[in-house]
């Protein structure tokens, strides 16, 4: 008799997952459910809030009345460009906001377009929130969608109603329309040829960018492991062993030579290595977050301790590395292993209650999209999590460029930051889904409930120094999560932040314009100070928050001696291939 090896459970989920992977290829990976319930949940609150709908009346009514009035107090220009007694460009609207801050949005009749938008997109802010009842999670959700409309309804994004774009238009006689056409023509073209943008062959990998001289010393399933040739005659003993985000490619650390921490690290006299890892396809399906501890961060802290023969590291983490990194140094600290000699993370979060703008994308109704869909071809794309960033700045980065080069007829430019942005990478599903759900989802990491070999690691077990990085503008980790660190270690934390975003926040070279941080160290018996006190207290300085870092790494290390050697073949570690390595080129 033959056995029956059919499984019914298991083919129902089978089911269940195809069907939902079937949705999300047409839904571009987000959960129409979780739309429609986020809709369901306002709509049905509101209409039960008497209250709320009253303010919202009132809103309108005052909103209508100081439209009218300002229309009263301005006077009539003719098209823009053409001079007339009658303008009066001193009149402030009621509302005003930078991305109308061109003088030609005081004329009219583009000042009352301007004025009625952002009196529009006030009352929907106020329609889409403080509502008793609703779930936060749906009112951001729908507060998000309502912004995708009212950033694309925006009066800048028609010729007809920007006035820039309509003088530009009159002036050149439609030429900025027809080269705009031409550049929507090309990048269409570019998109269903798969062809790259021509501007990228001037920011090549290995010829304009991560060109800091070094050898790969180890090569596994999940990464590289790359050695830089020391640029001084002396070295720090102590290396530095850098952890960057598997997300993307690695060299954002590693740019051009005048913005390249890397080459910036080896001048000040360290030994610098950093991981490289492996874009993975179908065959890394099944690898996880463990994997990447193992294969990852301690394959390659065993080298180093080889290679250089040195016991204490300096470790450094960059957003998911950073992540990394924390969950490695509290399983050390579990485990009684005192390799590391301090903590540098860049923001990188450790406490995902409050994760920021992504969270809207993570849910359990997303998730189940999400898995099922890479369930069927075995890692997240590098579109699909690019397209999540793209939504939560559509207005910088999809619209603004969509009136540069399509209605003003406008080149776009390239610079390096941009081009390693292009340079996406996939993420194995089973890491994907653990880290979404273990740590974003259900946050235990902060909780003390993330296993690490079948055990619980917990945060407080770290005992090294810590330098902390947080960005003012980061939309991927805000800085006041990446703060949390205070109250999940007892380490003295050297807490530094600076402006702009995620990575350009991070990219700030000594030299760069327009750079400024605040810095606050924290010893262990130090009470607590929240993040507005910190920020009131911590001390303002002009210029890069690298130079800062290095004055701390400094002061954590050891009398320069001779460098070490490169790789180590007699322990395993020969001089695989000229750095940057194999992996990096993987598309």
């Avoid at 006030?122 to 779930?135: F, L, M, N, Y």
């Avoid at 394959?299 to 998911?320: E, F, M, P, R, S």
Wanted: aromatic share 10%.
């Amino acid at each position: 008799m033959v056995k029956n090896t059919y499984d019914p459970q298991t083919a129902m989920d089978q089911l269940d997952q195809r069907f939902q992977a079937s949705i999300a290829r047409g839904t571009l990976s987000m959960s129409p459910l979780q739309g429609f319930l986020s809709y369901i949940d306002w709509s049905r609150h509101l209409a039960i809030s008497p209250g709320k709908q009253l303010e919202l009346i009132n809103l309108a009514i005052g909103q209508g009345l100081a439209l009218a009035q300002y229309a009263q107090r301005t006077q009539t220009v003719g098209i823009p460009g053409t001079p007339s007694h009658h303008t009066n460009l001193n009149i402030e609207p009621p509302i005003t906001d930078r991305r109308f801050s061109d003088q030609k949005w005081k004329t009219w009749p583009f000042n009352m377009m301007q004025l009625s938008y952002l009196m529009t997109e006030q009352w929907w802010k106020e329609a889409t929130s403080d509502i008793r009842g609703v779930t936060p999670h749906h009112m951001d959700i729908v507060s998000m969608s309502v912004q995708q409309i009212l950033n694309a309804l925006s009066p800048k994004n028609f010729v007809a109603s920007n006035p820039e774009v309509l003088q530009k238009t009159l002036e050149e006689q439609g030429a900025n329309l027809v080269r705009g056409a031409m550049n929507a023509w090309q990048q269409a073209l570019q998109q269903y040829t798969g062809t790259p943008d021509p501007k990228l062959e001037n920011f090549k990998v290995g010829q304009q960018l991560a060109t800091t001289p070094g050898k790969v010393v180890l090569r596994n399933q999940l990464m590289e492991l790359i050695q830089y040739t020391p640029t001084t005659k002396k070295v720090h003993p102590e290396p530095v062993l850098i952890i960057p985000a598997w997300i993307m490619k690695y060299y954002i650390l590693d740019l051009s030579a005048h913005n390249s921490m890397i080459r910036h690290l080896l001048d000040q006299g360290y030994t610098v290595f950093c991981i490289s890892w492996k874009n993975p396809g179908v065959e890394e399906r099944h690898m996880g977050m463990d994997d990447y501890l193992s294969m990852g961060f301690f394959a390659a802290l065993d080298a180093i301790n080889h290679i250089t023969g040195q016991h204490k590291v300096h470790a450094t983490g960059y957003c998911l590395g950073g992540t990394l990194l924390s969950i490695a140094a509290a399983a050390m600290g579990r485990d009684k292993d005192d390799r590391l000699l301090s903590m540098t993370l860049l923001a990188a979060q450790t406490d995902f209650s409050e994760p920021g703008e992504l969270s809207l994308f993570i849910d359990n109704s997303q998730l189940a999209i999400l898995e099922a869909e890479m369930a069927d071809i075995g890692y997240l794309t590098g579109e699909q999590m690019a397209g999540a960033f793209l939504l939560l700045r559509s207005d910088l980065l999809i619209w603004s460029r969509y009136i540069k080069e399509f209605l003003l007829g406008e080149e776009s430019t390239m610079n390096d930051l941009m081009a390693w942005n292009t340079d996406t990478t996939r993420m194995p599903a089973k890491m994907h889904s653990q880290y979404l759900r273990r740590l974003f989802l259900h946050d235990d990491l902060s909780e003390s409930r993330y296993p690490v070999n079948g055990r619980p690691v917990s945060l407080t077990d770290i005992h090294v120094p810590i330098f902390c990085l947080g960005t003012e503008t980061d939309h991927i980790a805000p800085w006041r999560s990446v703060y949390k660190i205070h109250h999940l270690c007892s380490s003295d934390i050297t807490f530094a932040l600076t402006n702009k975003g995620h990575n350009a926040g991070v990219v700030s070279e000594p030299g760069h314009k327009n750079r400024h941080f605040r810095v606050l160290a924290r010893s262990n018996n130090d009470p607590y100070l929240g993040p507005d006190e910190w920020f009131k207290t911590a001390q303002f300085q002009e210029g890069s928050w690298w130079n800062c870092w290095f004055k701390w790494l400094n002061e954590r290390s050891s009398e320069p001696v001779s460098p070490p050697p490169m790789g180590n073949p007699d322990k395993g570690y020969p001089l695989l291939c000229d750095a940057p390595g194999i992996y990096v080129f993987e598309k």
